[in-house]
Every structure is written in C-alpha cells, then in structure tokens.
C-alpha cells in the first residue's frame, strides 16, 4: 500500500479519534498508550468541568494578563499596502510568546494527574521559558530538551529557564535543533511516565496532544474574533500567523474555521529559499508521512528518513507541523507559504521602526505574510497577524544580520551564537 | 496465517519448546557499519547459536532507541544504508538457512509502499515485521498486506499495557509478542526489569502465543533467567556493541554465550 492508499484508507475506513482527515493519530511505543489515554480523559474531564474552565481562567487573567491586546498597526500598514492591519499581542503575554496559554493548561493537568515532574522540548526556549515558569508557579520539578545548536543561538533563553530553577539538556545526537530534541524528551517520558508529563509545545505529536494544545490556545482566536467584531464591526478578511509546529496559528484559525470568508493564512520558514533545499518548508517541499507520533507533512527522503530542516529562526526549524493544518491544506481551508530568512528579517526591522515592537524572528514570517496579504486583498481588506512572541531572545541574531555591533553591550556568550 | 503453513518465526518457538529451551533472537541494524559488515555480522550470530536475527531497518528519529543503537543507525545511515539494504541482508540471512523478521519504525515502510514491502520480504525469505511505532489502531493496511503476503505482524506489549490492551494487542500479532521489560527504550542493563515476569505472566493469560522478552537484556546469565518464565530472549544493544568494541569475534562470544544461557534452564 502506498502513502497514497494509507490515507485513503485513514480517511475513509476509520475516523478514528484524534485525527484530522487522515492525518494525526498515534504512531508511539505501546509504552506510552496508557499515558495518551490518562491525558485523554484527564483533559477531556477537565474541560468539561466549569470549575477547571474558571481556574485556567483566571490564571490567564491574573498571571498571564490576558486578554492580550489587538493593535493596530498604523505605520507598518504603509508596507502592507495600506490594509487595515492589526496585531494580536501574544508578545505582551507573561514571559513573552503565546506558549504560555498551553502551558498553564498542561501544568494544571499535570497537577490533576498526581504527577510531580514536567518534561519539555523547545526550540526557540519559548515554550522552555513558559514550561519552566509555569513549574515553578505550581511546584513542579522541570527538565527542558534543547538541541545544542539552539542552546546557542538562543543562550538568553537557556539562562532564563535556569533561573527559574530547570534544568535544561542539551541534545547533541541529529542536527542537534527541535526535532532531536522532541526525541529524546520522547526517550525521556517513555522511561518516566508513571510521574512525569510530557508538556509538547505545539499542535504536533500523537493524540490527543493536537486538539489538547489547540484547545489552550484557542483563547487567542476568541478574544481576536471579539476584539476586531469591536472596533471594526466585521470579521477580518485574512487572519496570519508563523507555522513552525502551528500552535499560534491554530489558536488564532480555531476561531474562524467556520468563518469561510476569512482566509486563513499559515508561513512557513523558507530559509534559504526552497529552491537551495534548506528550508522548514513542509507544504512546499515536504510530503505525507509520519513524525513523532502523528501522520503529516514531513520532509522527508524517498526512503522516508527526515531531512534536517534549516531557517534562522530556531522556533520554525522543524521538519514536520501539526497535523491539523495538514488537513486544513489539503482541504484547501488554510493557505500555507513559505517565507526566506531574508524577507522575515525585513519584516522583523520594519515592525520594530515603525511600530516600536521588536517581534520574534518566528513571528516576523507571519508579519512577512501580512505584507504579501496587503497586496493581494487591497487596502480596504483588514488582515489580523498573531503577534506570536516578543524579539528580545533574538536580539544577537538580529544583531548579526544587521551587522550591528554588540561590543561590550552584551555578553561575549550572548554575541558567540551562530 | 493461512490454514496449513507455518512461519519461520512459528517453527523456531515450536523447536526451542521441543528442546525445553527458548528461543535467542538478536539485533542488528542493517548496514552497521556496512551493509557488507552487518551481513557477516548476522550470519556469524546465526553460526553461533542465534535462532531468530531481527533485522534493524536504520531510521532518522529512533526514538525507542538508547545511545547505542542511535549511534549505529546513525553510522549505517551515513553510510548509505537504505530499506533495500535492510532486503538485502533479510536475502543474505535466508541464503545461509538463517530465519529473520524486520525491526523498523513506521515511515520508511509507508514511504516505501506497506504491500511492496510486504511483497519484496516474502520473496528475500523474511518471516515478520516487528513496528515499535505502530500502534494497533493505526496497523490495519499492514495487518492487511501481511495477511496477504503470509508474514508475521508482531507487535510490542508494554508493562503499563492494561490486560485489555494486551489482549486486542494479541490478537492483531502473529509469530510473537514482544514482551518490552521495561519502561524504558533499548540499552543494556545490569538487571532486567523486574516488571519482566509479570508482565510475561499477564500476557500467558491472556493469549497462547509465545513471548519474548527484550530490552536491556546482554548476558548469559540474563538469558538463562528469562528462559525460566519466557519463551524468547531477545538481545540488542549488547549485539550493538560487541560489533563496535570486537566486531565479528566478539559478536560470535556474545551469541555462544547468550546461546548457552537459553539452554541453561534445560532440567
């Protein structure tokens, strides 16, 4: 059976839980099963609870400081061919990015489950951050997995969730980024399950981690939905976000699936360029297979071994992504394209000039995305771009492709990166 | 399996039951260091008392897989390996009147079409395929494709596996069930789990196929223990590692000494 008939029957014979057309699903060691299935009903319980629903409420009120802001972008718009722009603010969250939503959802599940340790990947350090602060709020014990090279390019990040007491593992097997370090946080929890969560940071993994994180981050898309009915009276005609695994995009697209006048726009980190091979540009250049747990696009070799991806932005720098938006590109619902490192980082410089926000580079491909939507949909058209997370973390990259001096301002470890 | 035919696998537990022994299964991936090395090197374990090779298809994210192993999927993937070298060696085995199943994680067999798969391993004289990644709900074209080929699907039960799951679990498997000891991914170990026998005990209630327990087990003494309350002893990081440290020497060592273990429980 090719892949071809592999989806045609995952699709067709079976729609089993936890999947999204053919995609999705649980490629795992059986060891892990019973632990999918705790999570399952620990997670589906809980949010069936209003007590549950109210306490991650008011966490996200009280120590997040949500709802985040929806901001109009006035002067970048001028690069975005006048178009009504606007920026959910998940960079004003505490600790800077959107990860923060799932991760407190996760913690408290942890908690609910009796288990006393948290284990994370990261690429960014984003969700390192967050997973390290939310295990600090609730008394957990906190190992983070980071490939070596992004402990390096992103060093603040590495000192951040030391000092909030975890302890974090550089992974040096593989190309040394998320993906080898998705693995061995696997390796982690297959052997420590019985008192350890897994807290994935993104859309991706086996079910139910997919819907779980979405669901977390779903706030993002219903506060944005709110806030633009508010000061524009109609609902936006594009919504964009960045898609490394696809956690703020989903959260931000969950609220408007329904909504089909509202295109949902999804940028992919192009690297180098697609054409050069180093990329993360799964839709582009990736095809259907399976990945840490889940059926979806994967770059991939004709023997189905997972070519290393490449982009500046360590968040995005990733082979596979969530297999929900696998299925919103094949049904045509959701529009992905790929952004080079060179057209995010213009984009990166102009928000920071013209709106006095420095934007994770991450982020900044979203933001790249809006100046191509500005163009296609006019200047009438109003386009939401999640604001996914704060650039300070990338202050040493951006410093070096600006070729900005960093001299004594910061540490020699900091300006060493790549 | 058809009406009438006996797999590989099937005969080789029938035959260690006549002799009141288990059955020695080792692993090595395909093409470690070479695809030309890693055939001396299975054909040596068979010389040597291995009954059952598990032929390691090299994959990208092995992620049930501990340093040892990691390393050498990576150097046979550097050099090249690929899932033909994995038929290869499979054809290799056979022409020497070895028997073999396939160890491989999900994808490379998707990618490479799951009925060809099945199709070009019957035909090298392979008896199975072992999925560490492939959960049961997700099996079915396999199951399909091994049905029709007459191969052996045999899937992993786990100690945090619930009689439920081990049941369902049994029924989808052919050859053997692959008892996990542990919770934990491969890698020797001074002691095997002690979740070993019961987990072995669970299973017997619950299914008439034979078991085999594996992971972290790289000794005679520890072969010889299991053989006291399992059918099969399957070794291979320990198998990994001689290779490394004494290549074919110390391979055909391990595999006379492990060999004699599973008999040291004979009356």
Known sequence: MTTAENLAWSENSVQLPGHFGPYGGRFVPEALTSALDELDAAFRLATSEPAFRQQLADLERDYTGRPSPLTRALRFADYCNGARVYLKREDLNHTGSHKINNVLGQALLTKRMGKSRVIAETGAGQHGVATATAAALLGLECTVYMGEEDTRRQALNVARMKLLGAEVVPVTAGSKTLKDAINEAMRDWVSSVDQTHYVLGTVTGPAPFPEMVRYFHSVIGREAREQILAVEGRLPDAVAACVGGGSNAMGLFSAFLDDLGVSLRGYEAGGDGVETGRHAARFAAGSPGVLHGARTYVMQDEWGQTISSHSISAGLDYPGVGPEHAWLHDTGRAIYEPVNDAEAMTAFSLLSRTEGIIPAIETAHGLAGAMRLGAELGPESIIIVNLSGRGDKDVATAARWFGIDLGDVVSAELAEGR | ?267
């Open chain 2, 1 to 267: 399996m058809i009406a009438g035919t006996e797999s590989q696998v099937t005969r080789a537990f029938a035959q260690a039951r006549h002799e009141s022994r288990s059955v020695l299964i080792g692993y090595l991936p395909a093409g470690y260091p070479t695809v030309s090395k890693s055939i001396e090197l299975v054909l040596t374990m068979i010389d040597h008392g291995v009954d059952l090779i598990e032929v390691g298809l090299p994959y990208s994210d092995p992620l049930m897989d501990g340093p040892v192993i990691q390393e050498a999927v990576s150097v046979a993937l550097r050099e090249g390996a690929t899932t033909d070298s994995v038929l290869e060696v499979v054809g290799a085995i056979t022409d020497h009147g070895g028997s073999s199943v396939v160890m491989s994680y999900w994808n490379p067999i998707e990618r490479y079409g799951v009925k060809r798969f099945a199709e070009n391993l019957v035909q090298r004289g392979g008896s199975g395929l072992i999925t560490p990644d492939l959960t049961i709900e997700e099996a079915v074209p396999w199951i399909t494709a091994a049905t029709e080929s007459d191969l052996d699907p045999i899937f992993l039960v786990a100690p945090s596996s619930t009689d439920s799951r081990i049941s369902a679990i049994a029924q989808q498997t052919r050859g053997f069930i692959y008892a996990a000891s542990t919770m934990g991914v491969t890698g020797a170990r001074d002691q095997v789990s002690s979740m070993a026998p019961q987990l072995v005990q669970r299973v017997r209630q619950l299914t008439t196929l034979p078991v085999a327990v594996g992971l972290g087990v790289s000794t005679g003494a520890q072969a010889a223990a299991i053989s006291e309350y399992a059918d099969g002893v399957i070794v291979g990081s320990a198998f990994v590692r001689a290779a490394q440290t004494g290549g074919r020497a110390a391979v055909g060592e391990l595999a006379a000494e492990l060999a004699q273990g599973v008999r040291a429980s004979l009356p």
